[in-house]
């Protein structure tokens, strides 16, 4: 029997710590919901001293996501730890992950403290997080740059105080292969207790080598690794899940160990993370970008046209892509729609939502002659991002117009915290002047930071979708937006944008460690 590795999901903690990536408590819950579909063992719904919001989607998370556990950041702080525990206590398996930093570096600079207080301080961390939970992590802090006695010493002490899970951070990405997979060979070795813990790692991607760090760290004992979908993280990104379960899964040969991750079910995680994020997935990415199981050059498609495994290494169906997409249009009926969203991941929470959903999809009909499962995904999303909490603004209607020597113009009519009001504006191109005409009428102040257009399928008649970032006052926030019509959909992720700006502030998670 091959030893279980761990997969402990952090999108919603240490992926939203991406500028722009922040998510609504109803945005957290459909993707730890998803996260629980594809089976993954630990999901760190995120960091509940950081505000009022963050505590509110962790235990929310906590609420309703019964399979896997749920586990809440804590520095090694008393309101930090005590936030966590009061998070997680709706969860049927909660964990807290509590940390501190342990290179010389930190202690010097950023803590202020010896290496003495240190480990009294980790110790105290440990031990007051077992008053809510006995599964615990401790973290040594960037410890891809720590010494390490020091590392044994504190890590030791830390298992000693009740931890039952030891992460080993290499927080900025410093760390290359070889070098970080013997610093796990020497931890196991040398640290006497090292037996009654599992070991873990989380790698950042600043060199680009997250994946490989955390496979080397597996090849040496490790039996955790920390991972996001789509590698999404700050800076550089974090371990990309998708690409630890497949490299695990296609060379049983090397490794030593297997998941339970259903993997038919991540190209649905991923699809999900980048709609709400507005993080697109780049065509050449490893197993969920859209030229992963493409093959242009002819010598490539007759091997593969001969035999599959000439050329490619996975079954695109192992990971959620379809060979077979069921094409929908008017003519199918609400149970062929409701069936076919079941099978690609997608459940509504009452009848209603279906409803909703299923007349967007009879509109998109009447404009679209066939409907393919990345519409069907993409509607859906878009149905569900227009719902944001204390929503102020609404698109009524668009006009448009552009002409060759003449300034394009749009004409907006938008639903403005209870009246409709409507603009006219010209500007360089007619999503410029949609832009233009919104701010006029809601006078936000924010700066356009990003705005990105992908489509869905091919074709003219394809579904786009749009993202935009908008920042004020150090607040970044995310809108999105799909239709057939891209301005529409650029206007639509505006206003999206618009109403985050405008819902319950709340402090990034980043701005408080």
């Not at 939970?133 to 830390?158: K, M, Q």
């Not at 079910?265 to 709609?275: H, M």
């Not at 050059?297 to 996975?314: F, P």
Request: hydrophobic letters at 40%.
């Amino acid at each position: 029997m091959k030893d279980h590795l761990v997969i402990f999901d952090t999108t919603l903690r240490d992926g939203e710590q991406s500028p722009g990536a922040s998510m609504t408590k109803e945005e957290k819950i459909r993707i730890a919901k998803q996260l629980e579909r594809l089976n993954v063992d630990v999901i760190e719904a995120g960091f509940p001293a950081a505000s009022p919001g963050d505590f509110d989607s962790v235990q929310a998370v906590a609420s309703v996501v019964k399979d896997s556990t749920i586990c809440g950041l804590a520095r090694a702080v008393a309101n930090d730890i005590d936030r966590a525990g009061e998070a997680i206590k709706p969860a049927n398996s909660g964990r807290i992950h509590t940390f501190i930093a342990t290179s010389p570096i930190h202690m010097e600079k950023k803590l202020r403290m010896s290496p003495d207080e240190v480990v009294e301080r980790a110790v105290w961390a440990v031990k007051r997080a077992r008053n809510y939970t006995d599964n615990v992590e401790f973290s040594p802090e960037d410890a891809g740059r720590s010494e390490p006695d020091f590392l044994c010493r504190v890590i030791e002490a830390a298992i000693k105080a009740g931890a039952t899970t030891i992460n080993i951070p290499d927080t900025v990405g410093y760390n290359v292969p070889k070098q970080f997979g013997l610093l796990f060979r020497e931890l196991l070795e040398r640290i006497p207790n090292s037996d009654q813990a599992i070991f873990s790692a989380h790698c950042h991607n600043d060199l680009g080598l997250a994946v490989a760090n955390s496979l080397a760290a597996v090849e040496n004992g490790a039996r955790q690794v920390e991972c996001t979908i789509n590698g999404l993280g700050e800076r550089a990104g974090n371990t990309a899940l998708e690409e630890i379960v497949m490299a695990v899964k296609t060379r049983q040969d090397i490794f030593d160990v297997d998941t339970r991750i259903r993997t038919q079910e991540i190209l649905a995680a991923s699809r999900l993370v980048s709609n709400i994020t507005g993080f697109a997935v780049q065509p050449n990415k490893a197993i969920v970008g859209a030229n992963a199981f493409a093959h242009e050059s002819g010598i490539h498609q007759d091997g593969v046209l001969k035999h599959r495994e000439t050329y490619e290494i996975m079954r695109a169906e192992d990971v959620g892509w379809s060979t077979n997409k069921m094409v929908m249009g008017k003519h199918s009926g609400r149970n062929a729609f409701k069936t076919r969203l079941e099978e690609l991941g997608i459940e509504f929470e009452t009848e209603q939502e279906l409803n909703d959903a299923f007349g967007r999809f009879k509109e998109l009909a009447d404009r679209k002659h066939e409907i393919y499962d990345e519409d069907l995904q993409s509607l859906v999303t878009d149905n569900n991002i227009q719902r944001v909490e204390n929503e102020n603004y609404r698109l009524i209607s668009l006009k448009v117009s552009t002409e060759t020597g003449e300034d394009p113009q749009a004409e907006v009519t938008l639903w403005v915290k209870g009246q409709e009001v409507s603009a006219l504006s010209y500007g360089s191109g007619v999503v410029d002047a949609t832009f233009k005409a919104i701010e006029s009428m809601v006078e936000s102040g924010a700066s356009l930071e990003l705005y990105s257009v992908s489509n869905v399928t091919n074709g003219t008649d394809s579904m786009g979708e749009t993202a935009v970032r908008l920042e004020k006052g150090g607040r970044i926030v995310n809108g999105q937006g799909s239709d057939t019509d891209i301005v529409t959909a650029s206007a639509k992720a505006y206003i999206n944008a618009l109403n985050k700006l405008e819902s319950e502030t709340r402090a990034h998670p980043q701005t408080t460690v």
